[in-house]
């Protein structure tokens, strides 16, 4: 199952540093998501894009988990519209990795 199922995100920027929350729509799947979705998982899944540490920090009071991807938007945020160079889709693409049914 896409991890989009069990959960939602949001994400933002600092600089080369990009953040993506990983949110559950029930707290239920909260267990599940934190065996499955770990740091290396996220590195794994947005290598392309990701060429720092990943680091993952669980905030179990809302179910939720924030990651903080060093070195991701290839230098920084731009003037130019064109690029997604605050990582937005980001989100997007992590809600499509595959992780295991609770």
């Known amino acids: 199952m896409k991890l989009r199922e069990l959960a939602h995100s949001r994400t933002g920027d600092k600089g080369n540093t990009l953040n ?11 267990e599940h998501l934190r065996a499955v979705l770990t740091s290396q998982r996220v590195k794994a899944h947005l290598r ?3 060429h720092g540490d990943v680091v993952r920090y669980e905030l179990p009071g809302i179910a939720a988990f924030n990651f903080v991807l060093g070195n ?3 230098g920084g945020v731009t003037r130019s519209l064109a690029l997604d160079a605050h990582g937005k889709s ?13």
């Open 48 to 50: 392309d894009v990701v």
């Open 90 to 102: 980001l989100s997007s693409a992590l809600m499509n990795l595959e992780v295991a049914a609770p």
């Open 20 to 30: 993506i929350s990983v949110i559950c729509h029930d707290a239920q799947h909260y």
């Open 72 to 74: 991701a938007l290839g």
